[in-house]
């Protein structure tokens, strides 16, 4: 017996010392990426709500002002509602339009026909196209005498829409814009439908199922996981939508452009108010926050993962 305990105390050290070296390289391993998460994301984080609470113009000394800034956003500054407003209008209609468009698009290219993967790059290509060098392309498009949108209406001696000179057209014109990139979701997309079996497809036309049912019943249920993941980053980048405003409209006409982002970046570099705008940018953090977790929360209700409940 003491010699089975011997035995078993000798062991013990050995496996612990395996346990703990384990452990060691699967750090060293993550390492790279903590030290990037805390020197890029999680120390920015704090200073930015610490900054939040002060008044700080970069060039003068840092006060402490507590919750004054975030008292006149939500009381004293008409341009933070009007910056939301117009951030939650593109989301609105950005969003749901992009996952159609890029959806459908991938749909037909996922079908077995010569010239697919030529097709597929030409639409890929616009999502890495650089912002700066696309909002000029679409200066030009969106013109009102000389764009492309207005020439045929011009030669039916029709009235020319002033895409972005009116306070109606400008967030419709940006939002049709952000159809421009949506090359990057189609990919997405295609991996999803390949990895869909074809023997559920082979099993449904057996049965009678028609084109329209095979999509709604197989190919939208199982592709329900991938619109989340394109939802959720869908509602991220457009919360930070900013490049395409600052170059093709500044925010106007009549602040009718003037995304949250631009107003951010409006009171940090232009006021120099590093303050406020950090107060802004921990709202948005927030806000973010909340509607990616409502939208986990609910989506059990619609997400089918294939295993189901």
């Known amino acids: 017996m003491r010699e089975g305990q011997a035995t078993a105390s000798a062991v013990w050290p050995g496996r612990r010392w395996a346990r703990l070296r384990r452990a060691a390289l699967g750090y060293v391993f993550i390492g790279p990426w903590l030290l990037a998460f805390l020197l890029f994301e999680l120390i920015p984080l704090v200073m930015a709500f610490v900054f939040s609470l002060t008044e700080y113009s970069v060039v003068g000394p840092m006060r402490w002002a507590g919750l ?3 008292w006149e956003m939500f009381t004293r500054d008409p341009l933070f509602w009007i910056s939301l407003g117009n951030t939650v209008f593109y989301i609105v209609f950005a969003v749901p339009l992009g996952i159609a468009a890029a959806f459908t698009l991938a749909l037909l290219l996922n079908q077995p026909v010569r010239g697919t993967a030529l097709l597929r790059t030409l639409f890929y290509l616009p999502a890495v196209v650089p912002t700066v060098a696309a909002s000029i392309v679409w200066l030009w498009i969106f013109d009102t005498r000389r764009g492309i949108l207005n020439l045929p209406l011009i030669a039916l001696g029709l ?10 057209w400008a967030k419709p014109a940006l ?3 952000s159809l421009w990139g949506i090359g990057g979701s189609m990919v997405i997309y295609l991996a999803g439908l390949q990895g869909i079996p074809g023997e559920l497809y082979e099993a449904a036309a ?3 199922a028609s084109a329209w049912q095979r999509l709604r019943f197989i190919t939208i249920p199982l592709m329900t996981p991938t619109i989340l993941f394109t939802l959720i980053m869908g509602i991220i980048s457009s919360f930070q939508v900013f490049n395409a405003a600052f170059i093709m409209t500044g925010g106007g006409p009549l602040n009718a452009t003037l995304f949250y982002m631009l107003h951010i970046y409006n009171n940090a570099f232009s006021f120099f108010r590093m303050g406020y705008a950090a107060a802004m940018a921990v709202i948005l953090f927030l806000l973010v926050l909340g509607l990616t977790a409502i939208i986990f929360g609910t989506s059990e209700r619609w997400v089918y993962y294939g295993g189901g409940k």
């Open 68 to 70: 004054a800034n975030y």
């Open 159 to 168: 009235e020319p829409i002033r895409w972005l000179s009116s306070p109606e």
């Open 175 to 177: 939002i049709l814009m």
């Open 206 to 208: 057996i049965d009678g």
